[in-house]
Antibody, heavy 121, light 108 residues
Framework: QVRLVESGGGVVQPGRSLRLSCAAS????????MHWVRQAPGKGLEWVAV????????YYEDSVKGRFTISRDNYKNMLYLEMSGLRAEDTAVYYC??????????????WGQGTMLTVSS | EIVLTQSPATLSLSPGERATLSCRAS??????LAWYQQKPGQAPRLLIYDASKRATGIAARFSGSGSGTDFTLTVSSLEPEDFAVYYCQHRGHWPPGATFGQGTKLEI
């Protein structure tokens, strides 16, 4: 079964760090770029970061640049998001999402169920 | 930076009716436009990619059209399970980041 499963969310204090993980199964993980997308409570979707299929290229949304680091382990079929300097506005459900194939490469054809991060003192 | 503007914010319709949702880009995105459906407590689900291609397993009542700056998602005859929030999304080759519209809530 093709799936993505996020973990690592929780409640953290402002300024602290946390790492989110996304476990992929049932797919050739190393063939696809992977993204993190977040959704604040009651709000819309916000793209956060992308890592290329080989892990060599990363790109970030401006508000997380310098604070978040996206990475992957293609041997373990894992995607990560290291977050530091957390702020209240980072509170959201964080989804990992997989790029599609061929004509669908610019879309996200597989999503995890999400993991909730709450930043609060 | 490309901005996607969806309209209307909320669309109130009944089962069996036709729904037409709009997404306008601040500059041309060619056909690099996708549509997603999201139900409460669930992850988004890809409906349409490349502006008009249905994703695997998506019902034929969903169709997408448009290119350049103006795009439309049409649901030909609404089923009860179609009432949800719909997002459009663009991503190009470079920069590789994505942009989402603010969403349209389709309600009964």
């Amino acid at each position: 079964q093709v799936r993505l499963v996020e973990s690592g969310g929780g409640v953290v204090q402002p300024g602290r760090s946390l790492r989110l993980s996304c476990a992929a199964s049932g797919l050739t993980f190393s063939s696809y770029g992977m993204h993190w997308v977040r959704q604040a409570p009651g709000k819309g979707l916000e793209w956060v970061a992308v890592v290329s299929s080989d892990g060599n290229t990363q790109y970030y949304e401006d508000s997380v640049k310098g604070r978040f680091t996206i990475s992957r382990d293609n041997y373990k079929n894992m995607l990560y998001l290291e977050m530091s300097g957390l702020r209240a506005e980072d509170t959201a459900v964080y989804y990992c999402a997989k790029e599609g194939f061929a004509a669908a490469v610019y879309a996200f054809d597989l999503w995890g169920q999400g993991t909730m991060l709450t930043v609060s003192s | 930076e490309i901005v996607l503007t969806q309209s209307p914010a909320t669309l109130s319709l009944s089962p069996g009716e036709r729904a037409t949702l709009s997404c306008r880009a601040s500059q041309s995105v060619r056909s690099n436009l996708a549509w997603y459906q999201q139900k409460p407590g669930q992850a988004p689900r890809l409906l349409i990619y490349d502006a008009s291609k249905r994703a695997t397993g998506i019902a034929a009542r969903f169709s997408g059209s448009g290119s350049g700056t103006d795009f439309t998602l049409t649901v030909s005859s609404l089923e009860p399970e179609d009432f949800a929030v719909y997002y459009c999304q663009h991503r190009g080759h470079w920069p590789p980041g994505a942009t989402f519209g603010q969403g349209t809530k389709l309600e009964i």
